[in-house]
């Protein structure tokens, strides 16, 4: 994950690299360890504009 936004980021005009953002949708039983690890990733690639959700259950899906 690291060297791959290292490379598109490189890529980017220099303005457009202070837009980068990713956001990551998980399931909520999905590994904390995971997400911190992919967080570090992220981190340490300089990607430091970051957006997380969770899904929610079938039965507690709003209308």
Known sequence: I???L???S???PPEQRKQLSVSIKADRHADMGTIMDIKQALREANVLNVNFSAT????NKQK
Not at 56 to 59: A, E, L, P, Q, T
Request: positive net charge; proline residues 0%; hydrophobic residues 45%.
């Open 56 to 59: 929610m259950s079938r039965n």
């Open 10 to 12: 490189a890529a980017l």
């Open 6 to 8: 290292i490379q598109l």
């Open 2 to 4: 690291k060297r791959y």
